[in-house]
């Protein structure tokens, strides 16, 4: 009997670390209904390792893990945005689907895809936040457009990134390719008419939502940072940048700024960068190419697809700026304190046991004291 493959491949911010998070806790469920999720490497829940091996040329590690769980069910069901690098690589998509062949497999590809207007500005609030870089909105938006994403790497293993990740219709062209010619590929519009995601994703591998299906405890589990944090996000990084510490030696960088917010209690609306002039130039540059890959894909057009978009050009800009010199030295200070625990954390000394909770202490009592 046939078995299937399929491999959930993201994009980046389209609650994917929810959708994965459900998959694991509905584990059992999944298995009664035939489906395997079971990830590669015990203790590390998720199949980033994999990716990494594909995108490295080791494609041993594909044909060993069908190996190993292709007796558990008929459908092996995989999930890491970083999936999408190879799958858009036409060679390395070709060698995938040889091997699922080989082993008597059928490929679905499933990805989500999300307005560009959106996905920009969530890219941008998700790499600032982990200190890729120390780019302003506007100037992430202006290399977003030129298909650059500053601060991360061009080179995932032997892979070049592509540098066209925002226009669909140019990025998914091995997929769309292949997909004339057989191949399964589930392009799902995220959270069409509000759905929840993870519903959206069991209804494109047959399955049926319902209550029966186990929930997350911490719903947002990869939330980006409000307006302020976004700004603090940038002042700290700022800092890190001149001082050459690299965000990959930052132990939990991306927990850094949204457990800051937690512990002030900040509650502030969702950042938005766009100015309506800019938003709708936004969206004048995809249009051709989103009508293109819409009609591909679903047979119509993208603002049909994609009608929140109208309001989003719409949308006010929301973004923070101190409202007064003592405001603006508060958040200094606490960014000056972020500093030092994180020079605290890379360089540990015994005596931080001691001091690292008195300096929390007088962070939020006295920020701007340092």
Not at 8 to 22: F, P
Request: charged share 25%.
């Amino acid at each position: 009997m046939t078995g299937r493959l399929l491999i959930h491949a993201g994009t980046h911010k389209t609650a994917s670390t929810y959708i994965q998070e459900r998959l694991h806790l509905n584990q059992l469920s999944l298995k009664n209904h035939g489906y395997t999720y079971q990830h590669p490497n015990p203790g590390k829940l998720t199949f980033k390792n994999l990716a990494s091996d594909i995108c490295k040329g080791k494609l041993d590690s594909l044909a060993n893990f069908i190996d190993k769980h292709q007796h558990e069910s008929n459908n092996l069901l995989l999930s890491a945005e970083q999936f999408t690098v190879p799958l858009t690589n036409r060679k390395t998509l070709k060698k995938i689907q040889k091997i699922a062949k080989e082993k008597n497999y059928d490929i679905t590809i499933i990805i989500f895809i999300r307005s560009q207007l959106d996905y920009i500005n969530s890219r941008y609030t998700y790499s600032l936040r982990r200190f890729y870089h120390t780019c302003s909105f506007d100037e992430f938006l202006q290399a977003a457009l030129n298909g650059h994403l500053p601060g991360e790497s061009r080179q995932r293993g032997r892979l070049v990134k592509r540098n066209d990740i925002f226009n669909f219709w140019h990025f998914f062209k091995p997929l769309l390719n292949a997909r004339s010619s057989g191949l399964e590929v589930k392009f799902i519009p995220f959270k069409q008419a509000n759905q929840d995601p993870f519903d959206q994703f069991l209804e494109s591998i047959g399955l049926i939502p319902g209550p029966h299906w186990l929930q997350c405890r911490n719903r947002y589990l990869n939330r980006s940072p409000g307006t302020r944090g976004v700004w603090l996000s940038r002042l700290l990084s700022q800092r890190l940048h001149a001082l050459g510490i690299h965000p990959e030696n930052i132990e939990g960088s991306s927990k850094i700024i949204l457990n800051e917010e937690q512990w002030r209690g900040w509650h502030d609306p969702a950042h938005w960068g766009y100015g309506r002039k800019a938003a709708k130039s936004t969206y004048a540059h995809f249009a051709k190419a989103n009508d293109l890959f819409a009609n591909s894909v679903w047979g119509d057009d993208w603002q049909n697809i994609f009608p929140g978009d109208t309001e989003l050009i719409k949308r006010r800009r929301c973004t923070y700026r101190p409202q007064s010199l003592k405001e603006e030295l508060m958040m200094h200070g606490i960014a000056d304190h972020l500093l030092s625990r994180i020079q605290d954390q890379m360089n540990p000394k015994p005596w931080h046991v001691l001091t690292t909770p008195i300096e929390r202490l007088s962070a939020r009592l006295h920020p701007q004291a340092r």
